[in-house]
Every structure is written in structure tokens, then in C-alpha cells.
């Protein structure tokens, strides 16, 4: 594990806190990237938080996985005759999940489902990694905020604070309480396992198809009571979700992960495999066959445009877009809104290419080279923003 020299990362600015300190943004010289750093507060560096900390390092480089976030270096500098200690991570622009679902809903824009279930499926493929390693890792604390989400919105599960290998001691109650399963809250000296994870794993499923906090109204004493005699989210909120035939599966998954037995729930080898995915592949053939009825001439909106292969899509429809002129401007913006072009990208395109047309070509290629997850965003801004455009598309 390399140590970055003093004064290498630069332009350092808060971007969150915590009780171990402050989480910063800024970029590093000798990685030539944008980071984020996650530094201990001065009273912390030679106490508890400073062992929590190099455990949380260690646990993380065990956890070397596509869907979790690498520790890159360990960030060490003197200020005033103070040592300042922290973990040098990639900087992630989307934040968590729950900070982009916040986004979304102050634009009042539906997240569109068969995103929210990659995103399930890259953590339970994230889990099923940690879960399979000798000894397991148990996360212990998986809920919106600790999943976060790289430009091309892959997942990257971060926060091992709470991390325990499975051959751990028994520590006792610990977490975050809407996610702790019930026989955590029963037992002085209860010792997590993976059924542990699994029931946040459900929890989060809730999160993800209600977009609601789990018991947001309820006292913290009261839940902590009632979640052992049975007491789970509301079921009521994810209503919207009997229209579609694969909700009834998806529901009982959930429920099987949460059940009050910990025998009795799901496994991640069982939800990384075939289950979730499975969900993904119906939704798009459902919505896809279902909205795209050319002789119908439907509009559709933005959370209804699901196109399995979007490379395709925008390469099929590629002269047609061109010849339309889908309000560029306003999807220029929204693309640097949300991340997938850089202000210095867009100032670019509109300097270097005088034309519209020539500002959509070179837009289109660009979203292309990409991949899958630029593609899908700007099929969803066309629509939201041109939406009697989507009717005269090739499938």
C-alpha cells in the first residue's frame, strides 16, 4: 500500500463528515486522478479511530472486487506539529445511491427501474464476493449511503467501519437500526452473520423500489422493539408495483430476505445469479414491446424508455437523430448535470461545431465510446425532452 507525499493532493474540499472526521474531494498529483480522502479528525489519530481506521484499510483490501471501493494509498501529513492520517480512495461524481435519489426526486424524474435493479445486482454480486471469502466479511451496515456510484453508474460499496470476519468474537448490537435484523437486537453479545447482511439486503430492496426511508416517522426505541415480533417497511408504499407481472417475485424475494428466521433467508449466491437479472431482462421486454407500438403512436415518458441494447438504439437511430434536433442545448446541460460530460466537454462541443446537427453528431459519438450507461441517460433526456421523437425510432 503506497503512501502519497505531503502536499499531493490538492485542492482539497469537505464533501462529507463523520464521528472518525471529514471525507474531502481533491485531486493527487502522483495518481493523476480526483480523489476522495477520508481523514481523521487530530483528537482521533492516536486513539481507538486511528486502529478503526487501518482495520477498515485492511478489510477493504481483502474485499478486492469490481463492486467495492479500493483503497488506493494511505494520505499521511503534518499540519502545525499534528500527523493527519486518512484513506485515499477514488473520487465517486454520483455520490451514493441515496444522494442520487434525492437528486432525481428534487427534478421530480423517476430513476428507471431496470437501473434500480443493476444497482441490486452489482451489490448482491459485491456481497456474494465478501460473503465467499475465507473467512467472510460481514458488511454489517449496507444501506443507500454506503453504496456508491462511479460515472457509469456501476456500483461501489464502500464503508467497512462495522466489518467483521465471520470468525469474529460476538461484539453485540451495532449498525444502522432500520437495516439490523431481528436477532440482533435480542442478544447481549450477538454475533453478526452473513444472515445478517442478507436482511439489510432486503431492506435495501424496500429503499430502492419505494425510494422512502424504512419506518421515517417511527421512534428509534419503538422500532428497535417491534422489528423482533415481526414489524417490517410499509408494503403499502411499493403499490405502483402490482401493475408489472414480475413484481410478485421481486416482492417475495424481499420477503424471503427478511424473514424472522435467519435460516430461512435467501443467500447472495442465490441473488447474484439468475434472480435479479432476471427481473432486468422482463422489464425490458415488457416495457419495450409494450411502448414502443409504432401504430399506436404512444408518447412515452422518460421512466417508460428501456431499451436493453442502447448502444444499438443510438447507432441504428443515429441520421434520425441528427435530422430531428432534440432541444441539444438543454440535453448538453443535463448531461453535465449528471456527470457524464465535463463542463470543459460541453464548452467543446459548442465552440468547435457551429451547427447543431454537428453538435449532436459529435455528442452521439462520444456518448457511444462511453458505453451502455451514457447511452441509456441520453435516451432517457431525448425522450424526456423530445418526446414525440421516440415514436419515429427504430427498435
Known amino acids: 500500500m503506497q503512501s502519497l507525499p505531503a502536499g499531493d493532493v490538492e485542492e482539497l474540499r469537505v464533501i462529507g463528515s463523520g464521528g472518525f472526521g471529514l471525507v474531502y474531494r481533491g485531486r493527487s498529483k502522483k495518481l493523476g486522478m480526483e480523489v476522495a480522502v477520508k481523514i481523521l479528525n487530530r483528537e482521533s489519530c492516536l486513539s481507538a479511530e486511528f ?9 477493504m483490501m481483502k474485499a478486492n472486487s469490481t463492486y467495492v471501493l479500493r483503497v488506493l494509498a494511505v494520505y499521511e501529513d503534518e499540519d502545525k506539529g499534528h500527523i493527519e492520517y486518512g484513506l485515499v480512495m477514488e473520487y465517486m461524481p454520483h455520490g451514493s445511491l441515496h444522494s442520487l435519489f434525492n437528486t432525481f426526486n428534487k427534478k421530480e424524474v423517476l430513476i428507471p427501474w431496470p437501473l434500480r435493479f443493476q444497482i441490486l445486482h452489482q451489490v448482491a454480486i459485491a ?3 465478501l460473503h465467499g471469502l475465507n473467512p467472510a466479511i460481514i458488511h454489517q451496515d449496507l444501506k443507500p449511503q454506503n453504496v456508491l456510484l462511479r460515472k457509469d453508474l456501476d456500483v461501489q460499496l464502500t464503508d467497512f467501519g462495522l466489518a467483521r470476519n465471520e470468525t469474529s468474537a460476538p461484539i453485540g448490537m451495532a449498525g444502522t437500526v432500520s437495516y439490523m435484523p431481528p436477532e440482533s437486537f435480542v442478544c447481549l453479545e450477538y454475533k453478526p452473520t452473513k444472515e445478517f447482511d ?5 431492506i435495501l430492496i424496500w429503499w430502492i423500489l419505494s425510494g422512502r426511508e424504512p419506518y421515517n416517522a417511527i421512534n428509534r426505541e419503538i422500532i428497535i422493539c417491534r422489528i423482533p415480533v415481526g414489524m417490517r417497511p410499509d408494503m403499502t408504499l411499493v403499490d405502483c408495483w402490482k401493475t408489472e407481472k414480475m413484481v410478485p417475485e421481486a416482492i417475495e424475494m424481499m ?5 424472522g428466521e435467519p435460516s430461512k433467508r435467501l443467500c447472495f449466491s442465490e441473488l447474484d445469479s439468475s434472480k435479479i ?3 432486468i431482462r422482463q422489464l425490458n421486454r415488457e416495457r419495450s414491446g409494450k411502448q414502443y407500438n409504432k401504430t399506436a403512436g404512444n408518447n412515452t415518458s422518460s421512466e417508460d424508455i428501456l431499451i436493453e441494447d442502447p448502444i444499438k438504439f443510438l447507432k441504428k437511430n443515429f441520421s434520425k437523430i441528427i435530422q430531428e434536433k432534440p432541444a441539444w442545448k438543454s440535453i448538453l446541460d443535463d448531461l453535465f448535470t449528471q456527470d457524464i460530460f465535463k463542463e470543459e466537454q460541453v464548452d467543446s462541443i459548442v465552440k468547435d461545431h457551429r451547427t447543431v446537427q454537428d453538435q449532436i453528431r459529435e455528442t452521439l459519438r462520444v456518448i457511444i465510446k462511453q458505453g451502455k450507461n451514457s447511452c441509456m441517460t441520453l435516451v432517457q433526456l431525448m425522450n424526456r425532452h423530445h418526446p414525440s421523437l421516440m415514436s419515429k425510432m427504430e427498435i
Open 255 to 259: 420477503k424471503q430476505c427478511w424473514d
Open 277 to 279: 437479472n432476471n427481473f
Open 51 to 59: 486502529c478503526s481506521l487501518m482495520k477498515e484499510k485492511d478489510m
Open 198 to 202: 442478507v436482511y439489510s439486503f432486503a
Open 127 to 129: 456481497m456474494n464476493f
